[in-house]
């Protein structure tokens, strides 16, 4: 089975930062990879597919980069809206696993 | 404008069978390219892929649950069900379903409102 890791589980940064998470596969997914933000109580919502491509809709300071078995999604400059939770997903070979999430909190 | 519903009950007890139903619209299921998948959520935790069914009636669950789950569709009903036996306390959550389609590699794209669960006698 393909297992996800995230790092760092969690962070404090302040509004204007820069922030980058980093997701990680235990073997190559190619660019199978998406990533979504969770506000609490509400559903994900898509914010990477296919690794980098901006799902329609989506501030342009969030962006995805990488292949293989590692990915980062950035935020260029973070914004009140943007404290929340962020779980990468691998969807590889016809099955499907999420990270366990990186909670970005207001320093 | 593509939207997905869950309905079911909110308390199911121990050992019971979870039937969830995920009503949608704006896209079929007869249509090649597409599906419909269930995550789930436990309180504070992370999300869970269950299973996914494709246009073709092609079905995938996620390998440690896959003893548990079954999933089905009515193209015709725009509806897609998912049955877990033998519930657990440790299966409490919120139960989403979501689309995909090949278009975006089969990531979930838009998702449903979720339903909670909770297992208790």
């Known amino acids: 089975d393909i297992q996800m890791t995230q790092s760092p589980s969690s962070l404090s940064a302040s509004v204007g930062d820069r922030v980058t998470i980093t997701c990680r596969a235990n073997q190559g997914i190619r660019e199978d990879l998406s990533w979504y933000q969770q506000k609490p109580g509400k559903a994900p919502k898509r914010l990477i597919y296919?690794?980098?491509s901006l799902q329609s809709g989506v501030p342009s300071r969030f962006s995805g980069s990488g292949s293989g078995t590692r990915f980062t999604l950035t935020i260029s400059s973070l914004q009140p809206e943007d404290f929340a939770t962020y779980y990468c997903l691998q969807h590889n070979s016809y099955l499907w696993t999420f990270g366990p999430g990186t909670k970005v909190e207001i320093k | 404008q593509i939207t997905l519903k869950e309905s079911g009950p909110t308390l199911v007890k121990p050992t019971q069978t979870l039937t969830l139903t995920c009503n949608f619209s704006?896209?079929?299921?007869?249509?090649?390219?597409?599906?419909v998948g269930w995550i789930r959520q436990p309180p504070g935790k992370a999300l869970e892929w269950l299973a996914l069914i494709y246009w073709d009636d092609d079905k995938r669950y996620s390998p440690s649950l896959k003893s548990r789950l079954t999933i089905t569709k009515d193209a015709s009903k725009n509806q897609v069900v998912l049955t877990v036996t033998d519930m657990d306390p440790v299966d409490t959550g919120t139960y989403y379903c979501a689309h995909v389609e090949m278009a975006t590699v089969w990531s979930f794209d838009i998702w449903g409102q979720g339903t909670m669960v909770t297992v208790s006698s």
């Open positions: 704006g896209f079929s299921l007869s249509t090649s390219g597409v599906g």
């Open positions: 296919a690794a980098s």
